[in-house]
């Protein structure tokens, strides 16, 4: 039955591809001299993206080292938090890509491999500058610095005009609020004491509008924004914040949906104010929650803890590592890898529901 029900999740995924492959046809025959239906991908965010940035960052952060990594290419951990593939790097090879974006703080960013995108995201940051300090990770206002370098060596690589077309046309994609959230506002007194998780919601809404502003001001046009997963069903969450309850936290799944309102609303107005802008706000809320609560569904058997040790608080150097005893042998089975991220299996799941909402973006 189980077996079955891992079948059943691959002909979905197949089935979707087609699907959309199908409907973004024309896209491809546009493209000049590419395979891919972008020229690039472009990320920006928090851990949910990093692709090794942490990896040259002196933070706890990191996860370039087993078990993470270990049904990734080689068996080898790259800084990923994910036994494998992200969701996004799942989207970039339905977009064509033979190879991912490199995170631009590595030694693969540059040459011609900037020529498909670059990864800024570091695992640890947020909206709120605040929370990427604490945990030495990169802001989001440095991430966008580090883009502006990076359109300059484009120019160098590709030459101007060529350059232009790869930042108009390219994906951008967008995760934060995360750590924002569980990192700093629920563990922070002279936070959580002043401001309701509303205000806060308010506060980091606002900066969201100032960095997609200055993203389109330096070209973007298609950019793709994930939204709060449901918070309160990570396990961690649910071992720090549920004190003893049974299931995801409530209070906390209600603080995430409410912001996801917010952002989705001032998406909308950014949409109308800003010429030949497409943005796209990411359900990932529904998708995981759906999941957690019918694991079964998609031919997952634990959806309350990870993989990695207990499940119930590991994560980052400090507890997942190859001595965390206890780390299931068959990630497959796992909606989380660790206590805070999705394993490759879910990470399929939650891409093939970007590629559904994200075909406006790439049409």
């Not at 529904?286 to 590991?314: H, I, M, N």
Request: glycine share 8%; proline share 5%.
């Amino acid at each position: 039955m189980f077996m079955d029900s891992i079948t059943r999740r691959t002909f979905w995924s197949w089935g979707l591809l087609v699907v959309v492959l199908a409907t973004i046809v024309i896209s491809i025959c546009e493209a000049q001299d590419s395979t891919t239906i972008v020229p690039a991908v472009i990320s920006f965010g928090d851990s949910a993206v990093d692709v090794g940035n942490n990896n040259y960052l002196p933070t706890i952060f990191k996860a370039n080292y087993p078990p993470y990594g270990r049904d990734f290419a080689n068996h080898q951990p790259t800084g990923r938090f994910c036994n494998g593939k992200l969701a996004t790097d799942i989207t970039a090879e339905t977009l064509g890509f033979k190879k991912y974006a490199p995170a631009y703080l590595s030694p693969e960013a540059s040459g011609k491999n900037l020529l498909i995108g670059a990864n800024f995201a570091s695992a640890g940051s947020g909206y709120d500058d605040k929370t990427s300090i604490n945990s030495h990770a990169i802001p989001l206002s440095q991430q966008l610095q580090y883009y502006k370098e990076y359109q300059g060596k484009l120019a160098q690589v590709a030459g101007s005009s060529k350059s232009a077309s790869i930042i108009k046309d390219s994906l951008y994609l967008l995760s934060a609020g995360n750590s924002d959230f569980v990192q700093n506002y629920y563990v922070n007194p002279f936070i959580n004491k002043v401001y309701t998780p509303d205000q806060y919601g308010s506060y980091l809404v606002g900066i969201f509008t100032s960095f997609v502003k200055d993203l389109y001001g330096l070209g973007a046009r298609r950019i793709g924004v994930t939204s709060l997963p449901p918070l309160g069903c990570l396990p961690a969450v649910r071992t720090l914040f549920g004190y003893h309850e049974k299931g995801c936290v409530a209070n906390i799944n209600t603080d995430a949906q409410a912001f996801n309102k917010k952002v989705n609303a001032a998406a909308t107005q950014l949409g109308k104010q800003l010429p030949g802008l497409k943005i796209v706000i990411f359900d990932i809320f529904q998708p995981l929650y759906d999941l957690v609560k019918d694991p079964a569904s998609q031919g997952f058997a634990e959806a309350t803890r990870g993989c990695c040790g207990t499940g119930r608080v590991e994560t980052t150097v400090l507890l997942c590592n190859p001595k965390s005893i206890g780390t299931c042998s068959n990630a497959t089975q796992f909606v989380f890898w660790d206590s805070v991220h999705p394993s490759e299996a879910a990470n399929q799941v939650l891409a093939d529901a970007l590629l559904l909402q994200g075909i406006a973006l790439i049409s």
